[in-house]
């Protein structure tokens, strides 16, 4: 079972990225699916998560209105559209899936996740 994240980039503030996280060893559309993010010198932290039961989605207040998650089950991929990006931003994105339905309280907590992606550096910068 592995994750697998991808697309992360140098770009100035206010372009978009798309990441991806690709699935080998099981299907996406059975899990929760989440993404994470940690600058240097802090606490790794939730972004976005989409649940695996009725498709509700979390966003961070950081974020919100800028970052969309997205999961293709066909291609057993999920997606962090990042549109307006900024300084703030910078930071290594992980995906991480769990085979259950997560609450809000839970799904910011890094021991709530099973399966972690190695991480994509995602740096805003002029």
């Known amino acids: 079972v592995q994750l697998q994240a991808s697309g992360g980039g140098l770009v100035q503030p206010g372009s978009s990225l798309r990441l991806s996280c690709a699935a080998s060893?099981?299907?996406?559309?059975?899990?929760?699916l989440g993404w994470f993010r940690q600058a240097p010198g802090k606490e790794r932290e939730a972004v976005s998560y989409i649940d695996n039961s009725d498709g509700s989605t979390y966003y961070a207040d950081s974020v919100k209105g800028r970052f969309t998650i997205s999961r293709d089950n066909a291609k057993n991929l999920v997606y962090l559209q990042m549109n307006s990006l900024r300084s703030e931003d910078t930071a290594v994105y992980y995906c991480?899936?769990?085979?259950?339905?997560?609450?809000?309280?839970?799904?910011?907590?890094?021991?709530?996740?099973?399966?972690w992606g190695q991480g994509t550096l995602v740096t805003v910068s002029s």
């Open positions: 060893g099981f299907a996406l559309d059975k899990y929760a």
């Open positions: 991480a899936a769990d085979r259950w339905p997560l609450t809000i309280r839970d799904l910011k907590r890094v021991e709530s996740w099973t399966y």
